[in-house]
């Protein structure tokens, strides 16, 4: 059975950095595109980063662009989000998500296999 595991959340000063990672279990990880999700008190999930089967392209949020990146280790079956410049705004529940859509996914509705999150708090 399918199984993403996230890790590394924790409570961070805005301005800090904080680094994620996702376990994937229960399929062939090099097989499915990647993602990570956030979800605010009150607000819906929103896309915050994608990257394909391979490694080779990512796409971001505008929100979150040229502070945070997205990457993947196919031989660890781990994909990973590091954050930087963190912001107050970036508080919220972190989802990683695997998507058996080809490219780089974007949209929520494409994303088959969903983690439990893990909490990311930034302090102002």
């Known amino acids: 059975q399918v199984q993403l595991v996230e890790s590394g959340g924790g409570l961070v000063q805005a301005g800090g950095s904080l680094s994620l990672s996702c376990a994937a279990s229960?399929?062939?990880?090099?097989?499915?595109?990647m993602g990570w999700f956030r979800q605010a008190p009150g607000k819906e999930r929103e896309f915050v980063a994608a990257?394909?089967?391979?490694?080779?392209?990512?796409y971001y949020a505008d929100s979150v662009k040229d502070r945070f990146t997205i990457s993947r280790d196919n031989a660890k079956n781990t994909v990973y989000l590091q954050m930087t410049s963190l912001k107050f705004e970036d508080t919220a529940v972190y989802y990683c998500?695997?998507?058996?859509?080809?490219?780089?996914?974007?949209?929520?509705?494409?994303?088959?296999?969903w983690g439990q999150g893990t909490q990311v708090t930034v302090s102002s």
């Open positions: 229960g399929y062939t990880f090099s097989n499915i595109a």
């Open positions: 998500a695997g998507s058996r859509a080809g490219g780089v996914v974007h949209l929520r509705a494409y994303y088959d296999y």
């Open positions: 990257i394909n089967r391979s490694g080779g392209s990512t």
